[in-house]
């Protein structure tokens, strides 16, 4: 999973929605840079998991209760859920 998370961290993507839809979902109202920040420090820590399931990779954080789903071949975050 090493290899797969420095992979993730060097190719991370992003859409012009995908920041509307975490704020929407996780109701906030952070800046783009913010949700990256986020985003990048949730992949990047190793106490979270991260499973392939189809074409998507699932990082869980059970601290924050967050989920993020990415895009397993073009690296694209397509949402962030909470989790209970």
């Not at 924050?64 to 989790?83: D, M």
Request: hydrophobic share 35%; with cysteine.
């Amino acid at each position: 999973m090493r290899h797969i998370r420095k992979t993730i961290l060097a190719k991370i993507c992003y859409t012009d929605l995908v920041y509307d839809r975490i704020n929407k979902k996780l109701n906030q109202s952070m800046s783009r840079q913010e949700i990256e920040k986020l985003l990048f420090d949730l992949v990047e820590n190793i106490e979270n998991e991260i499973n392939r399931v189809g074409k998507n990779y699932y990082v869980t954080d059970t601290r924050h209760k967050i989920s993020v789903t990415i895009n397993a071949n073009t690296y694209r975050v397509i949402t962030v859920n909470k989790i209970q």
